[in-house]
């Protein structure tokens, strides 16, 4: 249950900083906390399987917590991840009210400041602002035009392949060499 634990109290944690907001939105953000964490620390928050969709990167899994997913997800993780997470709508969320403070087991120190600076670059943005910015990365755009032409409906995406940058990024100040280093850890050249 780590992985569904970890993304669950992501989850969790961005909607008690960001307040109720739509299942797209939480999924890119958890996206661009991924993408940062990978590229500052070698691995992602969520351990997640990325594949590019019409509406950009997308966790699977992260997917399937927001649909409570009956068929991947086991009883116990379910029961865990409606504890944090209360679905208003089909495609609305906001946190549980719970009785006590909760303390994040499955979150690490740098697990949150990504999800952090994820909320600080794009909590305020609409949902299809970012999900827009979502598609001028590299592991998104190489598809656009699959997508443009309903030649696709989904294409797996490499989690190596989150190690990227655009030119003039506005959000992520990463250099080149920094990404160039990334990868280099990433994939176990360092």
Known sequence: ??????????????????????????????????????????????NDEYWAMDHGPVGSNVKDVLEFNDFTMSKSERKFASKLIYKI????????????????NYLSKTDIEALNFVISKFGSMSTWDIRNY???YPEWAQYEEMFKNNEIRREKIQTGDLISVIHNDKYFSFKESDIEEAKDIFCGNY
């Open 1 to 46: 249950m780590i992985e569904i634990g970890t993304i669950s109290e992501s989850i969790y944690f961005l909607l008690s900083k960001i307040g109720p907001t739509d299942k797209l939105k939480l999924v890119k953000l958890i996206y661009f906390a991924d993408k940062y964490h990978v590229i500052k620390y070698g691995r992602t928050i969520t």
């Open 134 to 136: 979502s598609h001028a």
């Open 89 to 104: 709508s089909e495609n609305r969320f906001k946190k549980n009210n719970l009785k006590k403070l909760y303390s994040y």
